[in-house]
């Protein structure tokens, strides 16, 4: 476990009965003062490892840490966390000061101690002068906040997050992410949020763990799980793509869509099947004759910023586009995009493998070459 590091789970597996395990054999370590976002589909056992965190339940097999001590077994009023619930679990008959005040009058807290605590809170997330409001009197932003409240007012050192925006309209959703993520920094407490809504992942983490049936399929900041997803499952999970099967010709050229093109990935074996992706937002419409990729529209849509068109190439591979530019269906049109849009896919290749072939890209442009 390294220094930086708050939680660490050690081939931690959980399962129910004789049920396929929630999680199977999961390793990974959260270091203090970062916003962590645990992503994917429902069931895929995000929340079960917010709940092993909190001790709430108990890992079938594996070890998990917290600042370097086991706590398997400890019980989860011993542990240094507190969780904000997707239904927030407020006390409706206490009003907003009782309900963040409730934690500290159970350590017995002096009066004066809990309302200069209370008052803290209610000031780092915007509350102050509601001590004395109604939990049915709050709209579902305002009694976010005083969850939040709650959870940080006993001074923990890691806070999780159970989807709980996931109640709110677009436009609070939107507000209330920006100031989830500025109240984190302001307090420098590890944030672990869990979220099957990956834009919501991409707009606030520092650090992301893509979870597909009980395993980490990927991990890393917004920026490298967007640009170079792992597999296929990271990349269609992750934002718009288009993906192809494709064949790795050699070191920088690879063959899809009927055709050659230059590209930045290396380290494969000659003529090996792999998989292509390229982001929407990659891919710029030309002219027919001077399309790198050349394709027959088959459905448009308006989006506002720009428009939404599909089209097939000679292959059949569908490739989506978002440009300003407009096409109409029945249009045959071309596509350019540059190398370094072009993602390489292997099949089967693990995370780990995957770090490695990217150092090893680092050190031959070190090499020069």
């Not at 965190?53 to 998990?64: L, M, N, P």
């Not at 005040?101 to 101690?113: E, H, P, T, V, W």
């Not at 409001?133 to 005083?146: A, D, L, N, P």
């Not at 998989?275 to 002219?287: G, M, N, Q």
Request: net charge negative; glycine share 8%.
């Amino acid at each position: 476990m390294t220094n930086t590091a708050i939680i660490q789970f050690n081939n931690v597996t959980k399962q129910y009965d004789h049920d396929a395990p929630v999680l199977d054999h999961v390793s990974f370590e959260i270091e203090r003062g970062k916003f962590y976002t645990l992503l994917g589909p429902s069931g895929c056992g995000k929340t079960t490892i917010l709940r092993l965190i909190a001790g709430f339940t108990e890992a079938t097999s594996g070890d998990i840490y917290f600042n370097g001590k086991k706590i398997n077994h400890i019980p989860a009023n011993k542990r240094q966390v507190n969780t904000v619930f997707q239904d927030y679990a407020l006390f409706p008959h206490l009003n907003v000061f009782e309900n963040v005040a409730f934690g500290l009058r159970i350590k017995k807290m002096k009066k004066s101690q809990v309302a200069a605590k209370v008052k803290e809170a209610l000031s780092f997330v915007n509350l102050s002068g509601y001590e004395d409001r109604e939990i049915k009197e709050m709209s579902g932003g305002q009694r976010q906040r005083v969850a939040i409240a709650r959870a940080i007012v006993n001074e923990p050192e890691v806070i999780l997050l159970d989807e709980p925006l996931s109640a709110l309209d677009l436009k609070l959703r939107y507000q209330m992410q920006y100031e989830l993520r500025e109240l984190q920094r302001r307090l420098g407490i590890t944030f672990i949020f869990v979220t099957h809504d990956q834009e919501e992942a991409l707009a606030m983490s520092d650090e992301i763990f893509v979870i597909n049936k009980g395993r980490i399929q990927q991990s890393g900041t917004p920026i490298d799980i967007y640009d170079e997803p792992i597999n296929r499952f990271v990349a269609d999970f992750i934002g718009e793509s288009n993906i192809a099967k494709a064949t790795m010709i050699d070191d920088f050229l690879v063959a899809f869509g009927g055709e050659q093109f230059s590209c930045v990935d290396q380290g494969m074996n000659p003529n090996e099947p792999v998989e292509v992706v390229i982001r929407p937002e990659d891919l710029e419409i030309t002219s027919f004759e001077n399309g790198m990729l050349q394709v027959e529209v088959n459905s448009q849509l308006f989006r506002g910023v720009h428009y939404e068109i599909t089209g097939l190439d000679k292959e059949g591979n569908e490739w989506l586009v978002q440009s300003t530019k407009k096409a109409a269906v029945g249009d045959k049109i071309g596509l350019r995009f540059d190398p370094e849009a072009i993602h390489v896919m292997r099949f089967n290749e693990t995370e780990e493998d995957f770090d490695r072939r990217l150092d090893s890209y680092s050190e031959g442009e070190a090499d020069g070459k």
